[in-house]
């Protein structure tokens, strides 16, 4: 009775231990893909220039 | 002239050493914390009453600046209006800045001004907008980006910021948008250079949907790094720097010029500011609460994108050191607010 409990938990063990590796995976990937590369192309030309006290006031 | 301030944290003891008004006869301070009480009075030269508690409704200021942090500002803003004073909140949480702004009734009708959000962003960011907007014919679309944080209650909204949902104003409604969403580079002022900005609970678009509510698009985003996102939905893991700065501000404001019609000139705007949030937050709080006791503040509750003459506000905060720098050259393709999630 035993033996044969364990033998159709067997393939079910095997089953959730496939989901969760494929659950972490997806998640690393995910996380990966969150925080790498940036969130676009910094201008090419021009730049900042400091504003005076008469181009603030016209 | 009398000035009330509660909260004498990092923001707030810069406040209250930038309350250098020769009209200013008494300035009272407010803090849970009476060491930092008497720093900051040995720090003043005018008549300093240190205080315990809340402001007194029963003996009222002519203005009152909430400078504590985020939540509890709403309750004592009423309180002080319907005493006579009028109010200039620093505070930067969303929630918080609804309840402000549904206090307009109240300062309407006791003819007093609430300034809501007057500090670095929004605050600073709001009156570079306003400065913007003023150039064009028709405002099209807003986009605000901060990056740094004042002192630690300031890092802390921070970190709340980016875990919960941001509103975004797209073609005439309000959208959620997930915190941390959006990935934007956008370009501050030296040294701050490009930061990877992102959307947060950040109150700077419901401030100025109300000024431009026909513009399409109004975004508000926040620098931040890949451990913030990391660790954004976990609590804080170390205590915050005493002072995150230096920061920045960038706001795009893109409309037509010459007309309002659809063959006016599409133009676009860009201005930002590098300095220390506490800093420039306490400068804009304390040019701002001299004015509003002064009377020259609009009435009812609104932020400072409801300010006229923005420029000549900008010019006093330029003579008190903060610098405003405007972008000019080719911007990237797809601008800054436009890209897609």
Known sequence: MTERAAGTLEPMLTLVRRVA?????????????????????????????????????? | MRIALAGLGTTGSHLARQLRDPDITEIRLFDIDQQRIRAVRGALDVRVSPRSGAPDPED???????ATPAGGHVQLAAKMLEAGSHVVSISDDPDEVVGLLALDGLARSVDRSLVVGAGFCPGLSSLLVRFAA??????????????????????????????????DWRDG?????????????????????????YRGALPSPILLQRR??????ISA????????????RLPMLRKPHRDGGPGGIRVEVRGRAGGAGPTAAVETLVYGVMDHPSVAAATVAAVVATRTARGQGPPGADGLVAWAEPGELLSELARRGIQIAAFSGQLDPAPTGQTPA
């Open chain 1, 21 to 58: 590796a494929a659950l972490g995976m997806a998640g690393l990937i995910a996380t990966l893909f969150r925080l790498r590369g940036s969130g676009g192309v910094p201008p090419q030309t021009g730049g900042w220039r400091e504003l005076t006290e008469t181009d603030l006031t016209r």
């Open chain 2, 221 to 232: 985003r926040m620098a931040a790094t890949r451990r913030d996102r990391l660790t954004g």
């Open chain 2, 134 to 167: 003023d150039q064009l014919d028709l405002v099209e679309g807003i986009s605000v980006s901060r990056a740094g944080t004042a002192g630690p209650a300031c890092a802390r909204q921070h970190h709340r910021a980016l875990k919960h949902d941001g509103r």
């Open chain 2, 173 to 197: 409604r309000w959208e959620l948008r997930r915190g941390g969403s959006g990935r934007d580079l956008a370009w501050f002022p030296e040294p701050i250079g490009a930061r990877d900005c």
């Open chain 2, 60 to 66: 009222p200021p002519d203005v009152t600046v909430l």
């Open chain 2, 212 to 217: 431009y509510p026909e513009a399409r698009r």
